[in-house]
């Protein structure tokens, strides 16, 4: 959803893309809002997100992405399955009054913040990572995979939590676990087009796509692939945009290495001196070709989008460089900013 024509409806895009990924990095905006203003445009703004969330109940709010409500049947069978480690279910057996505390509570009184619920754990949650003792958080978390509970929306940025009969429709039909598998390894396909039919498992959503669509080879790329057939023959015309680092079409980077000979790296996690690209650069694509990364942050106390470089992958002709720049008072214009450093 990245050519001349823009779709025009955020839910039919969430449907098409299968989720949006939140991030609460907001360097130039959160990953969310970036994905949804490179396919939509300026006229989507981070309210319609809002409001599809916690009003129109079109969108969900679930392991840290966003997903189409008219597809909660697909992963219902998931949370149904959860846990599966071992550790997780004696964690939840052990604690059992606990959950039904943290139930009762928010039958009684949700939706609630985490810091409103009083931690009443028989047994703490030990991690060597950052969740350790975080009892509270951890036993809304489980109870989230599991479906017992929801999302409701959030206060600032955190989050709301309240009984999942409250937040998910009651209608949501049964679909068989295996089933529900396939119908998500054909609709990612669909979305990205070409995909590895298997790769290592990833946290929270896969990258492959199983036995999806057709078998296909990539000249000059080993290995074999897999391809949506009703792609193939689709009339494409190309614009320019700028990509959130957790975009779809860069996400895999093996993947966008491998299809588009485009490297990128996530560098907010580096030591400045070692960073290559910037803090949160946003990948350039033009027509059908990744082409640059944009070094960039918004300084909203100061009202600019202060540029601090345009690394190109291939050197820009005059208008690409044209259109590349006009993307980036695009961008600072949707955010209420003025262009400085371009």
Request: overall charge negative.
């Amino acid at each position: 959803m990245l050519e001349a024509e823009r779709p025009n409806d955020l839910v039919a895009l969430v449907e098409h893309l299968t989720f949006l990924q939140i991030d609460p990095t907001a360097a130039i905006a959160p990953s969310a809002d970036l994905v949804a203003w490179s396919r939509l445009g300026s006229a989507y703004r981070p309210e319609h997100l809002r409001q599809a969330l916690e009003e129109d109940r079109t969108l969900y709010e679930h392991d840290a992405l966003v997903r189409p409500m008219s597809y909660l049947a697909l992963h219902r069978p998931e949370m149904a399955a959860f846990p599966t480690r071992e550790a997780a279910r004696e964690w939840l057996r052990v604690n059992d009054p606990f959950r039904r505390d943290i139930l009762d509570l928010l039958s009684a009184s949700g939706p609630l913040l985490s810091r409103e619920i009083p931690d009443t754990c028989v047994e703490p949650w030990k991690s060597s990572g950052w969740t350790n003792n975080r009892n509270v958080t951890q036993m809304l978390e489980f109870l989230m995979k599991g479906g017992e509970v929801a999302i409701a929306g959030r206060k600032g940025k955190q989050r709301l939590w309240d009984l999942a009969e409250r937040v998910y429709p009651a209608d949501t039909p049964t679909i068989p676990l295996e089933e529900a598998r396939r119908i998500r390894d054909q609709r990612r396909l669909k979305m990205l087009g070409i995909a590895r039919a298997k790769m290592t498992a990833m946290p929270i959503e896969p990258y492959d796509v199983g036995e999806s669509g057709e078998p296909a080879i990539v000249e000059g790329v080993p290995g074999e692939w897999r391809i949506d057939p009703e792609g193939l023959d689709m009339p494409f015309t190309g614009r320019t945009a700028l990509l959130s680092p957790f975009d779809r079409l860069i996400h895999d980077r093996a993947r966008a290495q491998e299809l588009f000979e485009f490297e990128y790296v996530l560098e907010m996690y580096k030591p400045q001196a070692q960073r290559r690209w910037g803090y949160f650069a946003l990948p350039i694509l033009h027509e059908d070709q990744l082409v640059g990364k944009l070094d960039a942050k918004a300084d909203r106390k100061g009202g600019i989008l202060q540029v601090h470089g345009i690394h190109e992958e291939v050197p820009f002709n005059r208008a690409t460089k044209s259109a590349v720049y006009a993307e980036v008072e695009e961008l600072a214009d949707w955010l209420g900013l003025e262009v400085a450093g371009l």
